[in-house]
């Protein structure tokens, strides 16, 4: 779910307003040299606790981890 910078989210542990931190190639890794998937992954700040998350995964199904997550 990519959302606008502008708009003021809600996210559930701390409730506070989040601001999107930035877009990343679903296949980024710390090792490797996969090829770009051409699919955005959005991670967003938490505006009070800066914890950094991503909502893309929240409504995925079981069978979507076990396709899409090599671990
Ligand atoms: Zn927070």
Same mark, same amino acid.
């Given at each position: 779910?990519?959302? *606008? %910078?502008?708009?003021?989210? &809600?996210? =559930?542990?701390?409730?506070?307003? /989040?601001?999107?931190?930035?877009?990343?190639?679903? *296949? %980024?890794?710390?090792?490797? &040299?996969? =090829?770009?998937?051409?699919?955005? /992954?959005?991670?967003?700040?938490?505006?009070?606790?800066?914890?950094?998350?991503?909502?893309?995964?929240?409504?995925?199904?079981?069978?979507?981890?076990?396709?899409?997550?090599?671990?």
């Amino acid at each position: 779910m990519l959302q *606008n %910078k502008n708009q003021q989210l &809600d996210w =559930p542990i701390c409730h506070s307003e /989040i601001s999107l931190l930035g877009l990343v190639d679903f *296949n %980024k890794s710390c090792g490797g &040299d996969l =090829p770009n998937s051409g699919k955005l /992954i959005d991670y967003h700040v938490c505006n009070i606790c800066q914890f950094v998350f991503s909502q893309e995964m929240y409504g995925w199904p079981k069978e979507q981890f076990i396709n899409e997550v090599y671990n």
